[in-house]
């Protein structure tokens, strides 16, 4: 049987095995790094310090409107101020929300 892809349907079957196997046999190999833990804190305090960055910037009605995305978070707020130099003000913050 073809896939969209062109593939057969048994050969998808087989590389989903290898990538299991593959995956495990990774998993292993990153587990003996030495200080593995104390590495992964270290880059996610360095992540924190990366500067905001700021995307989708709308202005509207007097308003601006945008998604700023802080060092460390994976997900960005939205934001809005009145005019360029208004308070900025949280409008949306996605993390409480759970995916269904």
């Known amino acids: 049987m073809r896939t969209p892809t062109g593939g057969s349907k048994t050969s998808r079957t087989r590389t989903s095995q290898t990538g299991f196997s593959q995956a495990t046999l990774t998993d292993g190999l990153l587990a003996k790094i030495p200080a593995r833990d104390a590495l992964a804190k270290e880059w996610a305090e ?33 934001y809005y101020r009145d005019g360029w130099e208004g308070a900025e003000k949280l409008l949306f913050d996605p993390g409480p929300y759970k995916q269904e």
């Open 46 to 78: 360095l992540d924190k310090l990366k500067p905001a960055s700021y995307r989708s910037i709308n202005y509207e009605n007097g308003r601006v409107f945008y998604k700023k995305t802080l060092g460390g978070e994976n997900v960005g707020k939205l």
